[in-house]
């Protein structure tokens, strides 16, 4: 039986990387590489032969590129990219197949042995991919969590691209007072942000982790709807236009004396930012500025602590703490109903590990990508606080985003 | 031990489905109960003692709204909604759980069964909750193709719902020849009909069956573009703009002598219609007209065999036969790569069944949502063709959608 690194180097030349590979700038093809070989370092430690990665988010991660596609990554040697045919398929696209079942009458031919364990995306495809692709191998492990944990450490390539996301998301934000005129609801409002958005290359699509994250672009969320609970695991919720989106903006008007807090997250290529800022119509009271100072100090706090080695539970404990201090403890991160998170990593998908949230155990890396939100909603006013992007480095946290974070005036 | 009906019975008080059903109207209370018999019927046909639902769109069939929650539904009884609880939950919200496996013991508690086989929704739920949700039972079954093939057939108050859409939908497209002005790119042009739905309460979201099917609220096509293949399942394609999202419209420019095919769907209420108009900028060929014309009498004689009963293969057959008489054949449905289907049904998500489609040995049935799009590309100067969303009768298909149908100018 041939050796499976020379049999799989032997068909370097059909492996389907290169052909999304040599569409990419050579910083990119680099980085690629550097994802493959930390998956296949991950597929050795777990004892696996290989991992068979199909979800979009996964494939875009490991080859820059969506497509129809089964990537067969081996522990050891090239990987290979089987392409559902449809029609005619460019065979540098990768190797055609019209099913997953051919993949392994595809290796059988080359010589190539059929993996025996193999890591399958459990958290990522459905149990009726699982069932399917778990007949074509010996024995089949849960994997997504592998790829998880590599995404929320970013590549050098990746953190270009988010710096550059949060250059275009801070633009988007700077533009935002300008988009609003007096009467307008939070929807109408939300509709001049998202054109604006769009207009300058925002791809639109959301990607969240889970059954229980969907959104259109963002939420704009004032007076009593920053308070309303949602079924759905994002930081603030709101009443949403209907009972099948239940989250996020209303049809109702904006009112003088309210906060209007815009959550609109950043995506031009493929890597979501989050940021959130608050604005005001007309005045509001002391309170809303006091609790808005609060959330700054905590994200200062945070930011300061957050070296890699951190526990994000005791960063978690900390936010708690600080708005307990203040006397608002009852009005952090939600009023009915409070979220247990301060900050979560974003990338690829809006909810990346490491979650800062009560209890964790996980510890800041240099690499992760953080949205750090200390949030209050103020009964009648609406909601206060911030959202910046940060990079964790080897010295600390780096402000990725940043448009002007004091409360700003719209009318 | 207790006759599971009394038992079910004894808790009707605390059935969640009661404050969600509370929230309709009396219209919807007794659709809910129709689909949930229905269902019910459906388990006890399959041999399994209930089913488990957990995913917001069959949550949201079944009780009208979202929420963190796994329905149970036995063959025979009432349903009880667990609800996850997150700080407080509103009793009437269902029955407070922490996690699913506090489940079995509520159950147990009040001498309720619990059952012993039980339908997952294998295709809508993650590898990963069918293994945590399996265990709690004796026997799991894949469910979600009952659950598919309930839907494809509407109910009154779905069909009511889909009337509006489609309305609101055809609103939307007359307001599109005033949306544009010379020198737009198809994102901005993209950028304005956006915003034009979402003033209008459009929801954004756009709901598919699957992992290969992302799209942000529709496509715009011109020129060239109108061929470009794309990985998703979408009847054309384009190239998109930029690799993680490998579908739809370009920042590129609407150019004089090419058609602007729009390809937007309408969701106010959380079903989608679909439509599709083309336009022209300039001047185009007497070949597009033409081949234009040939689409809209493909999509008469389809309405006019589609009777409930008919053969959705048969259909397709005959749509790429009256393309091949025409002498378009190789421009149907797409040119360098051809969908090999020419309808879908429509729903709460995009691509419910049935599918008009090569060998497809499904028949229409009334009640159906059928999104009915026989479309051309002419290189170098785009696509052509119609869609619209049509409901089966007994007597026929329906038109729902209303816009104009010829080829508007934009200039």
């Known amino acids: 039986m041939s050796n499976p690194k020379e049999a799989y180097q032997e068909i370097t030349t059909r492996s389907a990387l290169e052909s999304s590979i040599a569409r990419e700038t050579a910083a ?23 991992m068979l990665v199909t979800s979009n988010v996964n494939l875009l991660y490991l080859t820059g590129v969506i497509a129809d596609a089964y990537l067969l990554v081996p522990a050891v040697g090239v990987p290979v990219r089987f392409v559902r045919r449809r029609g005619d398929v ?43 692709l778990s007949a074509l191998f010996r024995e089949s492990l849960p994997g997504s969590g592998l790829l998880r944990a590599l995404r929320a450490v970013k590549t050098p390539y990746e953190i270009e691209v988010i710096r550059r996301t949060a250059l275009r998301h801070t633009e988007l934000y700077r533009a935002i007072p300008r988009l609003y005129q007096a009467g307008m609801t939070e929807l109408e409002f939300s509709a001049e942000i998202e054109r ?12 969240a982790f889970g059954r229980r994250m969907e959104i259109f672009m963002g939420s704009i969320l004032s007076g009593d709807n920053a308070g309303a609970v949602s079924p759905f695991d994002f930081a603030l919720g709101g009443r949403g236009q209907h009972p099948s989106v239940p989250v996020g903006m209303t049809g109702g008007p904006l009112r003088p004396g309210t906060t209007v807090m815009v959550d609109v997250s950043g995506n031009w290529e493929g890597y979501l930012t989050d940021q959130t800022r608050v604005f005001r119509i007309g005045e509001i009271p002391e309170e809303a500025y006091r609790a808005h100072r609060v959330a700054l100090a905590i994200q200062e706090e945070i930011a300061r602590r957050g070296l890699p080695g951190t526990s994000c539970g005791v960063l978690y404990d900390i936010a708690v703490a600080m708005a307990a201090t203040a006397g608002l ?47 209050f909603v103020i009964p009648q006013v609406g909601a206060v606080g911030i959202e910046n992007t940060w990079l964790v480095t080897e010295t600390g946290m780096e402000k990725l985003t940043a448009a002007p974070e004091e409360i700003l005036p719209l009318d």
Chains 1, 2 share one sequence.
Request: aromatic content about 4%; hydrophobic content about 35%; overall charge negative.
């Open 196 to 207: 604006e958005a769009r207009r300058s290359g925002h791809l639109g699509v959301f990607r």
């Open 28 to 50: 990119m093809q680099q980085d690629l590489d550097l994802r493959l070989k930390q998956l296949q370092n991950g597929v050795s430690r777990e004892g696996a032969d290989a």
């Open 90 to 132: 460019d065979e540098r696209e990768g190797v055609s197949v019209r099913k997953p079942e051919d993949m392994p009458a595809w290796l059988a031919d080359r010589g190539i042995p059929l993996p025996g364990r193999v890591l399958l995306e459990d958290e990522d495809i459905s149990a009726s991919d699982w069932r399917r």
């Open 329 to 375: 403890g009852d009005r952090f991160m939600g009023a009915d109903r409070q979220a247990r998170f301060v900050g979560h990593g974003t990338g690829i998908e809006i909810n990346e590990p490491p979650v800062i949230a009560a209890g964790s155990r996980a510890t800041l890396q240099a690499g992760n990508v953080i949205a750090l939100e200390p949030k």
